[in-house]
């Protein structure tokens, strides 16, 4: 098959999790043969079949480069690619602007659309936005996409996922994206839930994300933890507001264990975690983006992964990549549950920062390798040589649903 794929996100302009398994999937699907073509906003892209469309060069969303408007973006693909309607597919990430430009060019020759829904748009907001700014930044992002695709479904506020009207301005412009497409796919069957309540019609197949085979081509040994042994803890995820990494703070000050936390990523909470730490003493460690490869050989050696988010993360590739080398993991949104094996993981009473020490103060040392064990035993499936296969019936289902 020839493929498109449509990202505002994507590596290496963008350490983060999802960008990098879009990457793999790239990757999967050459080696198997297929012709893919990566378009995304950045500069100067140096990899074979991707290429950056027009970016804004001082906006960035933490830390992400930004397209421009859909329609420049949209003419910009046809000049570098007058061919486009040979290609069999186009797949879709995110809402943004390269993304919007994906759908419009799908549409405009009639070729399949899969649409990929990563995120919780409506809590992003909610979460990152100033108070009185989250209504006019919701109001205004719902107007832009309106602009340029179809909005048939309107999102009342209710007591569910939508309790104020910023929140249901962004379902709304979600659930109005997912409807274009041909075939949904979603990382996790709760957020496929979530996205049937508030209007979405398309057919939605839940689709783990998957983990490059090749950063984890190795055995990983499993975890023992001694009793009074430091307790290693890594935070491999953004550190931005949503994903909470002040109340997880605020939770291992409280600790009277010995550990230790290293953290990996960076976004808005950045500084402020790093003064929180300072202030308290904490034996803390805070490293910035780095490169993949370096933070497995720290996941070799931890005996944690760490998911403090909550009511925000579809699926989560820290949990991912955790599973792959055999990592437990703590967090306290029991929906992430769907997402790693039974008995691998800690979970917090609640996403209060008490909540999350007693937890942690309270896992016996003996339970990390019996964790550990069930991670590694289910290590394989969630590499992304297996996923990909799943994507390529999904492919095959969007061409079929287009044909109706």
Not at 109 to 138: C, W, Y
Not at 280 to 302: N, S
Not at 316 to 331: C, I, K, N, R, W
């Amino acid at each position: 098959m020839r493929i498109a794929i449509f990202t505002d996100i994507y590596a290496p302009w963008s350490n983060g999790g999802i960008a990098s398994s879009i990457k793999a999937q790239k990757d999967e699907l050459e080696k198997l043969g297929h012709r893919v073509t990566v378009f995304c906003p950045g500069f100067n892209a140096r990899e074979k079949n991707v290429i950056t469309v027009p970016s804004y060069k001082h906006l960035m969303v933490n830390g992400a480069v930004m397209a421009r408007m859909p329609d420049v973006v949209e003419e910009f693909v046809l000049e570098k690619v007058p061919d486009f309607n040979k290609f069999d597919v186009v797949h879709v990430n995110y809402e943004a602007g390269c993304s919007i430009a994906g759908i419009r060019l799908a549409k405009k020759f009639g070729i399949p659309l899969v649409q990929t829904m990563h995120g919780r748009e409506d809590q992003a907001i909610a979460m990152n936005v100033p108070g009185s700014f989250k209504r006019l930044v919701a109001g205004w992002l719902n107007r832009k996409h309106r602009k340029y695709l179809e909005h048939d479904v309107r999102v009342k506020r209710d007591k569910y996922q939508a309790p104020t009207k910023t929140r249901a301005k962004m379902w709304e412009m979600m659930v109005n994206h997912a409807n274009q497409a041909d075939v949904v796919t979603t990382p996790s069957g709760h957020f496929a839930k979530k996205l049937e309540h508030y209007g979405v019609e398309k057919p939605i197949i839940a689709m783990s994300n998957g983990v490059a085979d090749e950063l984890v081509n190795e055995d990983f040994a499993e975890r023992e933890l001694e009793d009074g042994a430091v307790l290693k803890m890594i935070w491999n995820s953004r550190l931005s507001r949503e994903k909470r990494i002040l109340p997880f703070l605020r939770a291992v000050a409280e600790l009277k264990r010995p550990y230790i936390l290293y953290v990996y990523g960076y976004g808005n909470d950045y500084k402020r975690a790093q003064r929180f730490a300072k202030k308290h003493g904490m034996k803390v460690k805070f490293y910035g983006e780095t490169p993949r490869k370096k933070i497995l050989v720290r996941m070799r050696e931890a005996h944690l992964g760490i998911m403090a988010s909550y009511n925000f993360d579809t699926q989560g590739m820290t949990l991912l990549e955790a599973e792959a080398t055999g990592l437990p993991v703590f967090f306290c949104d029991p929906e992430m549950m769907e997402v790693v094996p039974r008995e691998s993981f800690v979970i917090a009473g609640g996403p209060e920062p008490e909540a999350m020490a007693i937890a942690l103060e309270n896992m016996p040392a003996e339970k990390v390798a019996k964790m550990s064990k069930n991670m590694l035993k289910n290590r394989q499936e969630v590499l992304q040589s297996k996923q990909v296969k799943k994507l390529i019936a999904v492919y095959r289902q969007a061409i079929k649903e287009a044909k109706k």
